[in-house]
């Protein structure tokens, strides 16, 4: 639906443009209204790259900062230099990102989502959880603070980690700072800068010391030593946990199944001495797994080709699909991390916030029942079902499967193949041959020639972040890689929907960057309609009209990336509009270069917008301009108008088929002359024609480059001054332009971007004599400099002629004892 509120762009905000590299995904808010299911590219980033929160501490002093390293001293510092800075202030504004499926009310903040349920096995991160920031008073409350410093007590190991900047690095910086004006190099003194953070399991906190340049970090970690645990809120790692073999801890958790295909496969010895994280399938879904490898043994190789049932994995290569080297603590993990199994196989793990205001973890889109079961020479988790391997990415695997051959043709005349990167981690949506099939026939031929609006329509079906079907629970949404939101729902039957009409029908198929899900219904969204259809569904039915009358509709419709100014039906009640579009039925011809004009070349965003800017039509390639202005008394910094040859823009960002559609309240009619040939040509300026006439101004409103707002006072107003002054303005040049400039202004200023005036507050413009005139409205009345606007937005090529009632004098204090002339100095 069109936007019918303001276009506000606030300087240094980020608008709500989003971007053809799939990897970002612009931030929203999150509704209050329902559970939503939403997607940004910063939940869980890297240790490396991780924000610290609120309850981060900054250790100004080599005293309170954790020691580095035993023999580790920190730099001697030269006189007088600059003290150490202070990290940046944490913003709570940004809420992390990822698949969310709770409300508002219920995301935290970094490292701060309700954990997971206690069958999970982790205890609540909520919580005052940085003892120095108790109560927000730092260190005034440390008596309270120092009895929570659990990782001061026993049984507590501690990481170090020290890195330095690579030397490619080093170069590529060098290399960027010497386009730079030189300028004084402020870290090139000794700087210290520390954060701490604390979670449930592990404190750890990061220096980074830049000394003359050389940048190093450091990392020191207290975790409990393995086989320990904490216990409530005592000091340390107190609780013991009683470890067993690693087979053992298998069979324990409900692993019997696994824990004899292991035996069976001779791999015992492997799970006996070597250090593995085992995710292990509940003995249900290894039971019915062989259940369906028994089936598809029975399946002839010809209808296993057809149905893309693959050759099944064999019995020690599935065990080996479930153990990872080394030792993975589930606290450890970050959304979409990606791991390596034993087999070789990829697996990518995904945190979801629950209803409950838990929160899920999956491994290959199988929901992680009970983790962090600890065994002497491993760890063990619990999974809902068995991971098959996973070796292709997505679009191999779309290129494999029989029922998406339809898709794939889409999909590759689309041009969008060349954004689905490797390393990424994407959700399609793809439609089956059978979708497509429901299609008209017509329609199905547009799109595997990859028409203007395929493009558009295949961005509907893919998510930039990898969305489980097990984080669908009950309403969700989340976004498309065209910023469009999507509707996911699971119905109380089980049904998965997408877009409420189109059936999952299979799901969670996975690749080594991402899930493809089977939809049996191609989903249309309005910004995938051609532009003749939004026309219609935004009841521009004049303009619409037009566009039938001269033939266009067509034409219009096959444009691709183009922004569309459409006048308003009101529009056309203009008795100016009507006259111009009367002047011009007899010339088809003419009427088509008007309907063009209205036409830019070029998707443009209203948050895309800059003031002042020619935009080239499709009508002979010429131009309209687009100015933005702020009516705000106060909130000067804050674009809330926009105008197009000074028509006011009052609807925005109907998208359609990749163009844009933008409403504007008057006819767009094309300037044909420069103001000083506007001014020369109408006889209600002849007076100022008469005054201009032979003065250097002239030269400056025939310039074509020049963007100005020339006041011109109607012929009565001259009239109304004393005859001696008028025939001074008319003989002497040189104080006739001192007058004139006064009644220039160095912008160009339409009526519609006047702002009601606001107490004690005035808009200021400076004129070519560099003094400003006062700009205000007042009711339907607008007033510059004491002068009442009589006629608005009289457009020429280089500028916009407004028609006052009084000639401004220009501002000048009079000497006292003296008299002077009106244009003296």
Request: include cysteine; proline fraction near 5%.
């Amino acid at each position: 639906m069109l936007t019918r509120s303001l276009l506000v762009c606030v300087l240094f905000t980020i608008g709500h443009c989003y971007f053809e590299d799939y990897g970002n995904v612009p931030e929203n808010p999150f509704s209050p209204s329902q559970w939503n299911l939403r997607l940004f590219p910063e939940l869980y980033a890297s240790e490396s790259k991780k924000e610290f929160s609120a309850e981060d501490r900054s250790i100004e002093d080599s005293e309170e900062r954790e020691q580095l390293g035993p023999d580790y001293k920190d730099p001697v510092k030269p006189k007088d230099e600059p003290t150490k800075l202070s990290p940046a202030p944490y913003n709570p504004s940004v809420i992390p990102g990822g698949v969310v499926d709770v409300d508002a009310g219920g995301i935290g903040l970094p490292d701060g989502f309700p954990d997971f349920p206690d069958t999970f096995g982790f205890s609540s991160s909520f919580g005052n959880r940085n003892p120095d920031n108790f109560f927000g008073l730092g260190g005034f409350f440390r008596p309270f603070s120092e009895q929570k410093r659990w990782w001061k007590g026993e049984n507590v190991c501690i990481e170090r980690e020290e890195t330095v900047d690579d030397e490619e690095e080093e170069e590529d910086t060098k290399q960027n700072e010497s386009d730079i004006v030189k300028a004084a190099n402020f870290f090139s003194t000794s700087i210290s800068l520390s954060n701490c953070h604390e979670s449930p399991s592990k404190y750890e906190c990061v220096t980074k010391i830049n000394n003359h340049g050389v940048v190093k970090t450091f990392v020191v970690r207290y975790k409990c030593c393995y086989g320990f645990k904490r216990s409530d809120d005592s000091s340390g790692c107190t609780k013991q946990v009683k470890l067993s073999p690693l087979l053992t801890t298998i069979e324990d958790v409900g692993g019997k199944e696994l824990t004899s295909m292991i035996r069976s496969t001779g791999l015992e010895d492997k799970f006996n001495s070597e250090n593995l994280t085992v995710l292990v399938p509940t003995d249900d879904s290894m039971i019915e797994f062989a259940d369906k490898m028994v089936e598809m043994n029975q399946v002839p190789d010809a209808v296993r080709r057809r149905r893309q049932v693959k050759n099944p994995v064999s019995s020690k290569n599935l065990v080996l699909n479930h153990a990872i080297p080394g030792f993975i603590d589930l606290s450890e993990l970050n959304n979409e991390d990606l791991l390596s199994s034993a087999y070789d196989s990829k697996i990518r793990f995904n945190f979801y916030p629950t209803r409950d205001y838990g929160k899920m973890l999956t491994a290959n889109c199988v929901k992680v029942r009970k983790g962090d079961n600890l065994a002497t020479n491993g760890i063990v988790h619990v999974v809902d079902g068995v991971l098959g391997p996973v070796t292709e990415d997505i679009l191999s695997m779309i290129e494999e499967h029989p029922q998406l051959s339809t898709f794939r043709r889409v999909l590759k005349n689309s041009n969008l193949e060349k954004n689905i990167k490797p390393d990424g981690h994407y959700t399609i949506f793809a439609p089956t041959n059978d979708a497509f099939g429901k299609l008209p026939p017509l329609m199905v031929e547009k799109l595997l020639n990859g028409d203007a609006c395929t493009a558009t329509i295949i961005k509907h079906h893919i998510v930039a972040h990898t969305v489980c079907s097990s984080a669908i629970i009950g309403n969700a949404t989340t976004h498309s890689v065209d910023g469009q939101l999507l509707n996911l729902q699971r119905r109380d039957d089980d049904v998965l929907l997408f877009e409420s009409n189109a059936k999952i029908v299979k799901t969670d198929i996975m690749g080594t960057n991402g899930v493809i899900h089977l939809i049996d219904t191609l989903v249309v969204p309005e910004s995938a309609l051609y532009i003749s259809q939004s026309l219609k569904n935004e009841n521009f039915t004049k303009f619409q009209a037009l566009l039938d009358q001269v033939g266009l509709t067509d034409e219009l419709d096959s444009m691709k990336n183009i922004t569309v100014f459409a006048p308003s039906d009101a529009a056309f009640e203009n008795p100016k509009a009507l006259k111009y579009i009367e002047s011009l039925q007899e010339n088809k011809e003419k009427l088509k270069e008007m309907v063009m004009y209205h036409v830019v070349e070029g998707h443009l965003e209203s948050c895309d917008m800059n003031n002042n800017v020619m935009l080239k039509t499709k009508q002979n390639e010429n131009s309209v301009r687009l100015n933005l202005y702020s009516t705000l008394p106060i909130f000067s910094n804050i674009i809330n108008r926009a105008t197009v040859n000074c028509a006011r823009l009052t609807g925005y960002d109907e998208k359609s088929c990749g163009s844009v559609i933008h409403e504007v309240n008057n006819i767009l009619i094309p300037p044909s002359r420069n103001l000083w040939d506007e001014i020369k040509n109408d006889e209600k300026y002849s007076t100022l024609s008469q005054i201009l006439k032979g003065t250097d101004l002239e030269t400056v409103l025939k310039d074509e480059k020049v963007s100005l707002t020339v006041l011109i006072p109607t012929n009565d107003a001259f009239s109304k001054l004393d005859p001696d002054d008028l025939k001074e303005l008319m003989e002497d040049k040189k104080k006739a332009v001192q007058l004139l400039k006064n009644h220039i202004l160095t912008e160009v200023l339409c009526c519609s971007g006047v702002s009601r005036q606001g107490w004690g507050f005035d808009t200021l413009i400076r004129t070519l004599n560099h003094q400003h005139q006062s700009v205000s409205r007042h009711g339907e009345q607008i007033r510059i400099g004491g002068a009442s606007v009589l006629e608005c937005d009289d457009l020429a090529t280089n500028g916009v002629i407004h028609t006052i009632n009084k000639v401004l004098l220009p501002q000048q204090t009079r000497s006292p004892g003296f008299g002077f002339f009106l244009f003296d100095i």
